[in-house]
């Protein structure tokens, strides 16, 4: 039996025959524009509403783009709830893109039960100023699509924005790494029955020349476009063995989590380097009469799936070096609990926005579900982005282990400009 994706029956262009319109408008040489349109949260729809109310959504956005857009562009599908328009007009094409995301805004699709209202983003790329070839112009358009997505939703950004922005960061990010200006700060992770700091995450920062401190957030799409992840991974990690081996010294217990991704179990001589470095801080361990080593790795589902059975025998080379795992962000993917039968994981991270929903009564049974079964793994449950005392007593009478968030501090301890050149 086959299985059917939501909106193979929609009328309307291929990807493929996508690709072969806008290389046939390229060869004809007059400007046009692309503009790639992303249903917001569609997969929450398809998952609650179902494959049949999916369909609905599909088949009345592309009556939308249609209407707007009028009958002299091409309007297809891209893939998954995701369209991409052809259009000449090209000098009016942000308040046309605009006149487009207001009526999506005040489309109404009525369920069984409920009116639902849906939102979406917008890249948008103009060809030739954008990319003088096929693959570069879409490439160009899919980047500018995910930047509004991550900025928010519900609004378009154009590709030269994003390009623009990327080349400046890009350039800003490999001067930090080769000056070894991409340090680690660290947040607190409290036990919630005992009041105690009994961890810390480290997290990316990146040092600018002027003295001012850069979130992760604001480099890490750009170090993922330039390949650069690996390199700030590497940094963040040799950082926080540093002060692994200095809390050993100090006798100070505290669990240390830090992130990796997928780029860097891509760079297989990395990993190795660092296991070295793990096989050390492991044998300090066990001279300081700590046989259990205080290093946790942090890593999504995106790691995950990327290449399951590689990444897979990669963390088991940590695992085996003296290192514990966490999966971070659970609750945010549709099969983590698949990755807990296939690997040890000491920790479970509930994902922020979950966490911030724990007022509502389902959120609460989910988390609730989640606990106990954590418990029956023996795996630390620990809560992000707990930000108010009423939400950490929810947490804690639900049977959640730990939690970290602003309530109990923000990153800090990251080296200034000053202390890295002395």
Known sequence: MSMSNPGDSISVPSRAALQQTVATRMELGKRFGVILCDIDRFKLIN???????????????????????????????????EFLCVINETHNVDMLVERLRQRIERLVILSKTSRIHITASFGV???????????????????????AKDSGRNRAVRATTVQKRLLGMGAALEAALHEQRVVAAYQPIVDLHSGQVVAEEALARMLLPNGRVLAAEEFIEVSQHLQLTYKIDQSVIRATLERCMASLRDKTPLVHFVNISADLLRHPE??????????????????????????VLELTERELFADSRNVRDLLMAFVNAGLKLALDDFG???SSFQYLADLPFSFLKLEGSLVSRIHEPTVRAIIQGIQRIAEELKITTLAEGVETAETAAIIKDLGIDWAQGFLYGRASGQPTLAARQS
């Open 125 to 147: 790329a103009s060809f030739p100023e954008d990319g003088g070839g096929p693959a570069d112009l879409l490439n160009a358009v899919e980047a500018a699509l995910y930047h």
């Open 47 to 81: 998952y609650s509403l179902g494959r049949e109310f999916a369909d609905r959504v599909l088949r009345q956005m592309a009556e939308v783009l249609r209407e707007v857009l009028g009958a002299d562009a091409t309007v297809g599908r891209w893939g998954g709830p």
């Open 270 to 295: 990395v990993v190795q380097d660092l296991l070295g470095l793990i096989g050390k801080y492991c044998d300090a361990c066990q001279n300081h009469g700590n046989t259990h080593g205080t290093l």
């Open 332 to 334: 945010r993917g549709y």
